[in-house]
């Protein structure tokens, strides 16, 4: 990694924190972008995500599935109110605990590092949008920490153990000023359901996405997706399928021109 866990803990306090001021200020009904989730769902979701990991931290040698269920604050300020706490109690632990510390991550044996890394771009993602929300300034990225987080974000979202068709095809992804790329493969998206995407090798990619690497990261989280920062070229059935991987809105495919008609 890059970012060292050190950075990632200081991460995870600065946007946690800006993420839980903003959110604090806004109601319950209001929507973030880009998929419209509402004020409500969103704190509710990222109060839940800190707390399940607080506890893992403090119970490394138990399964969260053992663990007592916990009821979130029902008053919105004061769920607000217990992300910041949830902030404090998970910085205690991961600092006491260190980065090589291990434990369960999503059905893995993973380390306390990983855990510090999840979470900071969480912070991120969930600071970020809810700053534009309540039109407050969002706390910066350098172009290190955007490169770390779509590293992060890409294996995450990958699953190469799918039992799909995947596309022959390979996506690149660039970024401009960190000189990093990842290669991604594709899989046709069916029945109404967004197509898969796993981790590929380099080969010569039907389709590249390349920009400075925070707007690259925060295109592939899908905010700002007409940013001219970001150039997507190549084939354009196969930026659609990318693009329905990504959770973006993705336009219909151009009808074919009809050159004659029966009578």
Known sequence: MTVSFSEHLDLLDLHGRAGAASLGLLQPDDRLPPASTTVRQAVADHWATLEIWAWSLENPDDH???RDDVDAPSVHAELVAGIAAELGRLETALRAAGPDTTLDYFGRPGTTAEVA????HEAITVAHAASLTAGRA??????????????RALGHWAAPEAEVQWLPEIVEIRTSDTGEAWHVGLSWPENGMPAE????????????VEGPAVDVHWWLHG???ANE?????GVPEVARVLGSALLHPVPEAPRRRRWFSRR
């Open 64 to 66: 969260w599935s053992r």
């Open 229 to 233: 920062a970001v150039t997507v070229s």
């Open 197 to 208: 995407m796993r981790l590929g090798s380099p080969e010569a990619p039907a389709v590249v």
């Open 223 to 225: 905010h700002d997706l």
């Open 117 to 120: 890394r999840l979470l900071a």
């Open 138 to 151: 969002t706390p910066p990225l350098t172009a290190e920490v955007a490169a770390d987080g779509i590293d």
